[in-house]
């Protein structure tokens, strides 16, 4: 079993495991929101998770490396907490802040995150840009809030795991990313109704529960 | 919100869908059986991404989510005068997100979308090949080069004049005979 360092405390993790997960079981918080376990390869598209490892010349994201013997590893220089700060700033310049009505305060990735690297939920200097949906309620069950979505695509993962396909995509490209549930209405052999897996997953609050069925009807 | 399919575009996706056995039901044929589509229908309906996800088996949400990525595809169809706004680097520069908001403004529909009385059409292009005029937006097949947003108005309303005056003369031509 390789053992190595991070931030000076010994750790013990099996061969192969990723490091993001070995810090983090090991109750090293390193942020991160796109990284799940069963995602291969990982997406790496929050740009949260960097780490500096001895001997490469700058930061990488840790949830694409594998733990190694005598691994020397530190989640708190000045270049990886500018990297996070500068992917947070950004991921919160497109962002709706508006968490007092938002079903995830207090449980939101993002303020966690924000928390720990001292940023502030309304960054200054980034220009905003907010989508024109504020609610996309196509969906039978669910209501998703595009202004509120890291697109980290999670939310896509666990209803392939758990159906064999996914109900939800990633539709448009660049800005205009959304998650779609084009088609969904039809899949009337589906158990959105009683899965819910996708709404647990979220790491804010961009995919909720209908608060009613007959909403939807109506 | 969407129109029922046109009697021809019925028969014409029927024929596509008659060719989808040339086609191995893999996923890796989705992008190729989306352009034949597009092809002979110019865009794709939500009735063809559903015949191409049940041919493929795999879900609608996910032929959408290809399709929706790549510029080549379009939803709506095309009208019959259809405006291309350049957004190419020198385009930009020179503000033609400015005269494709414009345009949108003055058709009321977004870029990729089709009037609802199906003249007109908005999509952007990434360059044309004649930066030296930016910006630059093409209406049916003449490109019109430095343009503005006060052109704007007067462009479409040209169209407007060209097709009237070309019913008159119909109805001066029927009346003559």
């Known amino acids: 079993m390789p053992k190595f360092l991070v931030d000076n405390k010994e750790i013990q993790a099996k061969q192969g495991t990723i490091l993001l997960k070995a810090c983090l079981d090991n109750e090293i918080y390193i942020p991160n929101l796109c990284y799940l376990e069963g995602i291969d390869p990982p997406s790496v598209s929050c740009r949260m998770c960097f780490v500096k490892i001895e001997g490469e010349r700058q930061p990488v994201p840790s949830c694409t490396v594998t733990v190694k013997d005598d691994m020397v590893v530190k989640t708190d220089t000045p270049a990886v907490r500018q990297l996070q700060r500068t992917a947070l700033r950004l991921l919160l310049s497109v962002h709706h802040v508006d968490c007092k009505n938002c079903q995830a305060n207090k449980k939101c990735e993002l303020q966690r995150m924000a928390k720990f690297l001292k940023v502030g939920l309304k960054p200054k200097g980034l220009e905003r840009h907010l989508r ?87 | 919100m969407h129109e029922e399919l046109t009697p021809e575009e019925k028969e014409a996706l029927k024929h596509v869908v008659s060719k989808f056995d040339s086609f191995e039901k893999q996923r890796g044929n989705l992008i190729p059986i989306l352009q034949m589509v597009q092809n002979k229908l110019s865009y794709l309906p939500p009735e063809a991404i559903k ?127």
């Open chain 1, 132 to 218: 024109e949906i504020e609610i996309d309620r196509s969906h039978p069950f669910l209501d998703y809030y595009p202004n509120r979505c890291v697109l980290c695509g999670k939310c896509i993962h666990v209803c392939r795991e758990k159906n064999g396909q996914s109900a939800l995509t990633f539709s448009k490209r660049g800005f205009d990313t959304v998650i779609s549930f084009y088609g969904v209405k039809d899949l009337s052999t589906f158990e959105c109704e009683n899965c819910n897996a996708c709404i647990d997953i979220c790491p804010v609050g961009a995919l909720i529960l209908k608060e009613s069925k007959e909403e939807f009807l109506k």
């Open chain 2, 51 to 177: 015949i191409v996800s049940e041919y493929l088996e795999i879900f609608e949400c996910e032929v959408f989510g290809v399709a929706t990525f790549y510029n080549q595809f379009r939803f709506h169809p095309p009208g019959k005068h259809p405006i291309k706004v350049c957004l190419g680097t020198a385009c930009h520069v020179r503000a033609g997100d400015i005269i494709l908001e414009n345009f949108e403004r003055k058709l009321g529909i977004h870029a990729g979308e089709t009037t609802a009385d199906k003249e007109f059409s908005i999509e952007k292009v990434a360059c044309v090949g004649c930066c030296a005029l930016a910006p630059v937006a093409i209406i049916d097949e003449t490109v019109h080069g430095h343009m503005a947003p006060s052109k704007v108005e007067g462009l479409l309303m040209r169209i407007e004049i060209e097709k009237e005056m070309e019913e008159r003369a119909k109805i001066k031509d029927e009346s003559g005979r």
